[in-house]
Each structure stands twice: as C-alpha cells, then as structure tokens.
C-alpha cells in the first residue's frame, strides 16, 4: 500500500505574488486552541501493545508540532479486530431502533460541539473553515438520514416464491461482522466517519484506520459516538503506515470500505479478493465541469470557484477540467480568472479565508509538479500558479491554465490541487466527447438554463455523480442517492440504500408447503415432469415472475 507517512516541516524560498487578502497566522500556537489534554486523551484511543513507537503529529498552516501519537503494529490491528468482534453480537442482538438512537444523539452533540471539531479539522488537514464545515454537514446528514432509513433498508422482505401459495421466500439482512475502514487525510470527518453510521445501523462494528496525518479528527468523532451511546469496544481505532499495518487491516476484516487512491485501491481489491471478502473503494478523478452558451455565467463562475477550489481543490469530486463552450469562452475565463485572483488564502481558524493550506509536503510537490511541466511545455498560467510560503509552508495560490494539451502530466494525471485547466470546445456534443476522454468517472458538472437538455447530456457522461448547476454538492448531499465512481475512481456506492446494503449479507429463508420438489400425487417422472412444463408455461400467461 501507499505510504501515508507525515511530512516534517519544510523551509521553501518565499514567492512574490500580488495577490490581495492573504493573511498569516499569529505566534500563537495554533495548538493553544485545542481543550488542555485533548491531543493526549484522543490518542489514548489507539490501539496499541507495548511497543509503545511513536511519530510527530504537525499542522500544515504553520508545520509547527501537534503531539506525539502512538503507532500501531499489525498486532495491534489483530487486538483490535478480536476487542470489536467480541462487542459486535450484543450490539447485532439490539433493535435496530436502539442503534439508530444513537446516530440521532450523535448528530445533535456533534451540531452543538462544532467549533472544537473545526479546529481539530482545520489544525489537522489545514482546509479553510468554510469548507471543514461541509465536512460536519455531510456527517450531520448520514447520521440523519441512516437513523430515519434504516429500519426500513434492513426489514425483511417478501420475495415471490418458486410455487404460488406453495412457497414463501424471504429476504433476510444479517450485518457483515466487523467492517474496516480505511480513510484518507483530506476529508478526515466525512470519509473517517460517515462509512462507519451505516456500518454501525446495520448492527456491524468497526475497525478504522485513519491516515497518519488527521487521526485525531477520527478519535474525536468516536469519542462523540460513544458519548452519544455507543458501545466503546465497538469503535476500534488503529494509527500507522498504510504499507505496515494496511494488509493486516484487510485481512481481518469481513468487508473493507477504502477511500483514497486508484494505485492503492487496486492493492485493497486484490487483497479482498483473496479473502473472500467485499470491499467499496471510492478513488481518483478528473472530474470535468462544462459550460455551455445559454448557461448563467455569473453563477458558472461561482460554482467553478466552489468545484475547483475548495479544500485546496483536494477534494475527490474536485474540478479538474473545465470545457466551456466557444461562444462564451473568453467572457467566463476573464470573470473566472478576476474571481480566482480575488480569492484569500489564509491559516487562521475562522471564517477569514476562502482557501486553506495544501496538507503535505507531498501534494505541494504534486501540484508544483504538475503546474511547472504544463508551463513549460506552452500552457500558460493565467492566474496563480506559485507556492506561497510567506503564509504557510504547503500553501499554493488557485492556478487556472489554458493551452493545455496531452503531453502535459496536468492533463489526464489527478492533480488533487487547486488547478484547474480551461479548454473552449465548440459545441455540447464536443464537450461530452472531451469529458468522456479519461479513465476515471467520478464526478462531472453541467451548467445551462435547459434542464432538459442538461439532464440528457448528465446521462451521457460516465461519471457516478453529475451535478447540474452545481459542481458537486447536490449529488454528493443528497444522501438518499448513492454516490461512488466508474472507471479507474472505483467499485460500491455510498449513501442511500446501496450505502448500507453493503454492510449485510443477504439470506434467502424460503419455506415450502403443500407441495415437495418430488414427483407427488402418485404421478411417475415422467407425468410430473409434463405437469411442472405445463404450469411454467401457464405462469407465463399468467404474467407471474
């Protein structure tokens, strides 16, 4: 598996740059924010032996050092399944009334506790506040809706028998056992925790490995979930390095739920495989918005701000790729670049930023990478387009290019950034070809005033969401769909039913009467064989299934 492994701090050599608003962060340790103890007590909660290794938590506003947090070996993660395993019968035994009880106790505490989590998020993973909010939303939903829905998503179900009368089938759900998670750095509240609701109404436990880089937003969110009612051994928790303690994660596991990349998704598959086990894996994408003449500009260039700049554009469901039609292009790229060059980067934990810090040492790289190869080989650079230091060490101003072409790495590569490349094409039909071009299938944006049109042009994108005049908040938000990727962006779905079906195993209980699957009434094979052909073809007639 990939390794995960936390960027130190870095000295980068300071850019100039003209953009207005930037603001820097005071001396005061963003740290000081945080309750006495709370660093301790969260990572308490890892499952750990005597080992006892441990690593340097940092915060990419300012690289400066969270705490030491404890590691956790491959032992551990067996410690950890067996702890879970133990606690998951009772709670399986619980009316699923009782364990939805909980999420609804868990989406008011976390609604009445936002703040602390916003910074905990935002100290974590160094996104502006704004958008580590959409992060409690999100949760806040699934916790809503897994609470109203459940019960009626896991009832048995009357199935139509083989035989009218004679026979009658049922569906049964029985939860997986104990399910692992693994979950990526840049959304920690969302990915870390919303599996985990459907998982828990479905009478499963859960062993989650979130990223060494935000394990603290996951402790605190089973924290919260135990305040709210849960079972503690039923929420496990193990922190280490995706190559060391991510196969043992796997292995135990009775279904494995994985969030990050297309590379290591493969890895997680494989592995599932091999053991006979499920596995959901939301991945990579390109995701591509389109423009088309007739659409609202004013509102496009606000929703290619939202799509291709929150979260410091690394986000799963980010835009990447913008096709706008000729006949508006050069009105919507001047709107977009003046609105893009007025956007404030900022590490304060507030509302006073519109865009936050990259998280890693790694994603500044990948981003200055990706910008400087596209430049180099004749994209031009209209807005951004350098790392800005002077705030923070992973911060890189929102970049729009043009004249990108294939033998740039930002064209097809995932950039997981905040660049966006811009591309006229000539009609809708265009736009729709060049959208399709890309192994990945994520998510995809359509911006018109038809919505008929709109709606048929979303069908022919190969995309598991596509929003129409929004870049990818209505699909993702409406939790009672689901939501997931084709292509190289993944397997399962999320959200809706698919969303905790997926945590069960399905049983047929069919129950026979009156009449056996045996010659009967006295009739040789021969003239029971003629009787069944007989009643098949009568069933037919009939319009039975």
Request: hydrophobic share 40%; with cysteine; proline share 5%.
């Amino acid at each position: 598996m990939d390794s995960r492994s936390q960027d130190t701090h870095v000295s980068d050599t300071p850019e100039t740059s003209s953009r207005p608003g930037a603001t820097k962060t005071t001396a005061t340790p963003l740290t000081a924010a945080l309750p006495d103890g709370l660093v301790a007590r969260l990572a308490g909660a890892i499952v750990t032996g005597s080992h006892r290794q441990t690593y340097t938590l940092y915060a990419p506003f300012t690289g400066e050092p969270i705490g030491e947090l404890p590691q956790s070996a491959p032992g551990d993660v067996q410690l950890a399944f067996e702890k879970a395993r133990k606690a998951q019968a009772a709670w399986a035994a619980r009316p699923v009334e009782e364990r939805t009880a909980v999420l609804l106790r868990a989406h008011d505490l976390m609604l009445q506790r936002q703040a602390e989590i916003l910074d905990i998020i935002q100290i974590e993973n160094g996104k502006a506040r704004l958008h580590a909010f959409e992060e409690i939303a999100e949760l806040a939903q699934v916790c809503r809706y897994y609470a109203r829905t459940a019960k009626s998503h896991l009832k048995p179900r009357r199935r139509a028998g083989v035989f009218p009368i004679a026979t009658k089938t049922y569906e049964i759900r029985h939860p997986k056992g104990v399910v692992g998670i693994i979950s990526p750095w840049n959304y920690p509240l969302a990915l870390g925790a919303a599996d985990a609701v459907p998982a828990f109404a479905a009478g499963n436990a859960v062993v989650s490995m979130p990223d060494m880089q935000t394990p603290l937003t996951a402790l605190w969110a089973r924290e919260l979930f135990i305040e709210a009612g849960l079972p503690a051994d039923l929420w496990q928790v193990v922190v280490g390095e995706g190559p060391v303690i991510g196969p043992s994660v796997v292995d135990h596991a009775d279904y494995v739920s994985f969030t990050g990349s297309t590379r290591t998704g493969r890895q997680v598959a494989q592995q599932a495989a091999y053991g006979l086990v499920g596995c959901s894996l939301e991945l990579g994408g390109k995701n591509p918005m389109i423009v088309l003449e007739d659409a609202d500009l004013d509102k496009a260039v606000e929703g290619a701000i939202r799509g291709c700049f929150a979260s410091a554009g690394q986000l799963c469901v980010s835009i990447e790729r913008l096709y706008v039609h000729h006949a508006v292009y050069q009105e919507f790229l001047e709107r977009f670049v003046k609105r893009t060059r007025s956007l404030r980067l900022g590490a304060a934990l507030d509302f006073s930023a519109d865009v936050g810090s990259l998280t890693s040492k790694r994603q500044l790289e990948t981003v200055r990478r990706h910008v400087e190869d596209a430049r180099a080989k004749g994209a031009k650079v209209v807005a951004g387009g350098i790392a800005r230091p002077d705030i923070g060490p992973y911060f890189f101003e929102p970049t729009i290019l043009t004249g990108v072409h294939r033998d740039m790495l930002v064209y097809a590569e995932e950039t997981f950034g905040p660049v966006v490349s811009v591309y006229p094409v000539k009609s809708a039909e265009d736009a729709i070809l060049k959208a399709n071009d890309t192994k990945y299938g994520l998510n995809a944006s359509v911006w018109t005033r038809d919505i008929r049109r709109a709606r048929a042009l979303a069908e022919r994108i190969k995309a598991g969401t596509v929003n129409v005049n929004e870049a990818y908040a209505a699909a993702y938000g409406s939790v009672d769909a689901p939501m997931g990727g084709m292509g190289d962006s993944g397997l399962g779905r999320r959200h809706g039913a698919e969303g905790i079906l997926k945590f069960t195993e399905v049983q047929n209980v069919a129950i026979q009467r009156f009449v056996p699957f045996a010659p009967a009434f006295g009739l040789d094979a021969r003239r029971w064989t003629r009787l069944l052909t007989t009643s098949l073809s009568l069933m037919k007639k009939l319009g039975k299934k």
